[in-house]
């Protein structure tokens, strides 16, 4: 390891992944049933304040990131349509089993398609309007993390790519 490249490690700092994600809500139950059912977290912890019922911590049985729902109907309003996050999925036949899962419980989504570097199964939305997204870590394009890769028009790409017989 090159001098530069020990200095560089000692300044970036350490760093453990995605602790959790915080969502805001208008309706606790309503939103943890919906986690519950579709996507199989469940609560481990109640948040009470002043006597009243202001979050749940929620943990997924097989890999999905912990996740905090908080009673605040004003920013649940304001989030609604916007994608913070994208759950993780290993690979492009589990994101095409939890379209189908999905699909079955009546939920409204694009289906699968193949986005820059992996594949996404897009515009579901949960009770507030929340987008929740899922993205592959399998890629089926190389990524080099040691150099920046410009992504142009990723959406229109992506799309040609698809539309290519033998391009998945």
């Known amino acids: 390891m090159t ?3 020990t200095q560089s490690r000692r300044l970036t700092p350490s760093l453990a992944g995605i602790h959790h994600l915080k969502l805001p809500v208008t309706d606790l139950g309503r939103s943890s049933e919906w986690y519950r059912s579709r996507l199989g977290y469940r609560v481990t912890a109640e948040f009470v304040e002043d006597g009243k019922l ?3 911590a929620m943990t997924h049985p097989n890999g999905g990131p912990p996740l905090a729902l908080r009673l605040d109907p004003d920013r649940a309003r304001a989030a609604a349509g916007f994608d913070y996050f994208a759950i993780g999925v290993p690979g ?9 899962h999905l699909t079955t419980l009546g939920e409204e989504h694009a289906g699968v ?11 579901l939305h949960d009770p507030d309007g929340h987008e929740v997204r899922f993205y592959t870590h399998q890629h089926h394009t190389d990524h080099d993390l040691d150099r920046i890769t410009t992504i142009y028009d990723p959406r229109e790409t992506a799309t040609a790519a698809e539309a290519t017989p033998g391009s998945g």
């Open 113 to 123: 398609h193949r986005a820059s570097l992996g594949w996404i199964l897009p515009y």
């Open 54 to 56: 202001m979050g749940y």
């Open 92 to 100: 492009r036949d589990a994101i095409e089993d939890l379209a189908a």
């Open 3 to 5: 001098e530069s490249q």
